[in-house]
């Protein structure tokens, strides 16, 4: 349940009967059938771009988005975002960049989708704040549903993985 830290009990209970009654994947499976066609570190730059253009056009400009293997979803993040700092011409440049674990090529779009709204809400937001939140809510709906519901896809991954 270390995906699940912090959720209320009555929430974490639900999830252990799920785990008990080896329904948790089935429960996923139903509720998210689909798998994106993202599949390319230019595919994500464009997809990334597409929810950039709609939401946050005054935000800074994104340099690279890719799917990136060396994330390590259990100890550091789902996804990151950078600033990488160069010196041009005597001018000191940010280049933006967001990264996606890999493990999120094979994810519903819903869960893609809440990866990268999160990483773009951090072109505004720098700390995980009221408004950081309230800008994630803002580019998708249900976003804490789906923070939620991709937690728990990972802790699913990670059964089946020692099951199998």
């Given at each position: 349940m270390r995906?699940?830290g912090?959720y ?5 209970e ?11 994947g089935e ?7 689909a798998?994106?066609?993202v599949?390319?570190d230019r ?5 990334a771009?597409?929810?950039k253009q ?13 799917f990136?293997?060396?994330i390590?979803?259990?100890h550091?993040?789902?996804g990151l ?6 010196v041009?011409g005597?001018?000191?440049?940010a280049?933006k960049?967001?990264?996606v674990?890999?493990?999120?090529k ?10 990268v709204v999160?990483?773009?809400a951090h072109?505004?937001?720098s700390d995980?704040?009221k ?5 994630c809510?803002y580019m998708?709906?249900a976003?804490h ?6 937690r728990l896809y990972?802790?699913w ?8």
């Open positions: 995906f699940l912090g209320p009990p009555d929430v974490l639900q999830v252990r009967q799920l785990v008990a009654a080896n329904r948790l429960h996923l499976a139903r509720k998210y059938p798998r994106h066609t599949q390319t595919a994500l730059y464009d997809y771009g597409e929810l709609a939401f946050l056009r005054s935000a800074p400009p994104l340099h690279k988005v890719a990136d293997a060396k390590d979803t259990v550091r993040a789902l975002h950078t600033a990488v700092s160069r041009q005597g001018k000191l440049k280049k960049e967001i990264r674990a890999s493990v999120f094979e994810a519903p779009p819903e869960f893609l989708r809440m990866i999160h990483e773009l072109l505004k937001e995980h704040n408004a950081f939140y309230r800008l809510e998708e709906p976003y549903q789906l923070e939620f519901d991709t990972l802790a991954r990670e059964l089946d993985a020692a099951q199998g």
